[in-house]
């Protein structure tokens, strides 16, 4: 690669100008984690070219070993789902408890600072933690068809797509993946969410879920629950989006920029770093994109017969926009890197590679193979 080459590539996406053979290959490693070649690899054939067509990486041979793409394989991301987004979620429940309490009644609850005062004098310390018990059932249920789904969506939108595509597009293939991804999620989300809102927001209307979701249909009918489903699709499906695809995109920015060596080559605990660290960057982006479905979904799961219309009244578009936004910032930001670092953990402790980053490149032959072939 000359000079010029390597210019443009400091700009501009790779799978804007790669050739046919190098797509494919950044396909393979990018979208799953592998180098489609060899050091050791024949020679090509007419025979091998069917394998360009395929997406999947090769499976591990070891005995015990997950193969990818498998059924144990979508039910250890399922359950890696359910660890980072059930665990980290109740964990900022005094976080997330102020600020949809600054989203109702920002008279009361001003800022940070005094909304943790007001709860702390009212409540007490036990109060921090109202509505935990819908808040780890729903995230982890969220959890499990999030990061499962997505990476069932990621390889099967691949597979249609073929390599050339797949890997040209391959930021429309994480965008499309997690979208997919976050419909079903939200689906097993909303009922817990529902009752945990009016849980924190409304002092003794029920100590939690096992009082509160019987309650809930009481007074609001069994599709009550899902109410909020439309805002919380406006909420959750941009912050998906905008949570895979650039956590995939700086990841790969990391490796390829900031560690002087390949991914492959890194310690377990480097590789966990820089996803904690992508996680946390793309968080933030997350937290902005979403947060006036946020307030939505607040407001209309606190108030009885609440529409749209009638939020964007009563909190302005100025409000929708920024009221509580710091805070969802800093809880957001640390909920996503924390996710990605406790989700790609798991997966390495089930003997499966990391999410994101780059392989080192495949010698000259082999490219020329695969050209060739």
């Not at 290959?25 to 070649?37: A, K, T, Y």
């Not at 999947?56 to 144990?72: C, D, F, H, R, T």
């Not at 309490?101 to 409540?123: A, H, T």
């Not at 006036?292 to 939020?311: I, M, R």
């Amino acid at each position: 690669m000359d000079l010029s080459d390597r210019s443009r590539q400091s700009l501009i996406p790779s799978f804007l100008y790669s050739t046919a053979a190098s797509r494919t290959i950044g396909l393979e490693r990018n979208i799953l984690g592998r180098s489609p070649v060899s050091k050791a690899a024949p020679a090509a054939t007419a025979n091998d070219g069917a394998l360009m067509g395929s997406v999947v990486a090769q499976a591990p041979n070891e005995p015990g070993k997950i193969k990818l793409y498998s059924p144990m394989f979508y039910a250890a991301c399922t359950a890696g789902g359910i660890a980072s987004c059930g665990l980290t979620h109740t964990a900022v429940t005094p976080l997330d408890l102020v600020k949809c309490n600054m989203q109702i009644d920002p008279s009361k609850y001003k800022s940070i600072s005094s909304g943790f005062g007001v709860l702390l004098k009212e409540q007490g310390v036990r109060g921090f933690f109202r509505g935990w018990v819908p808040t780890l059932l729903g995230y982890s249920a969220q959890g499990a068809c999030k990061f499962g789904f997505y990476e069932f969506f990621k390889k099967y939108y691949s597979d249609i797509a073929g390599p050339e595509y797949a890997a040209k597009y391959k930021t429309l293939i994480y965008l499309a993946g997690s979208a997919s991804a976050e419909v079903i999620a939200d689906v097993a989300l909303c009922p817990f969410e529902a009752v945990k809102v009016r849980v924190q927001t409304q002092p003794g209307f029920a100590r939690g879920l096992s009082d509160g979701l019987p309650k809930f249909v009481r007074s609001e009918g069994a599709l009550g629950l899902y109410k909020g489903l439309v805002p919380l699709w406006g909420r959750q499906i941009p912050y998906t989006m905008m949570k895979f695809a650039s956590f995939e995109t700086i990841v790969e920015m990391i490796y390829k920029y900031s560690i002087p060596r390949p991914k492959d080559q890194c310690s377990k605990e480097l590789q966990l770093g820089v996803s904690f660290a992508g996680g946390y960057i793309a968080g933030v982006f997350c937290a902005i994109v979403s947060h006036p479905a946020d307030n939505l979904v607040s407001f209309l799961n606190n108030a009885k017969g609440a529409t749209v219309g009638d939020a964007v009244k009563k909190l302005g578009l100025w409000g929708l926009f920024t009221r509580g936004l710091p805070l969802r910032i800093v809880m957001i930001g640390t909920l996503t890197g924390a996710q990605w670092g406790i989700y790609d953990a798991f997966k390495v402790m089930v003997g499966l590679p990391t999410t994101g980053g780059v392989t080192p490149a495949v010698p000259a032959t082999g490219l020329d193979k695969l050209k060739a072939a």
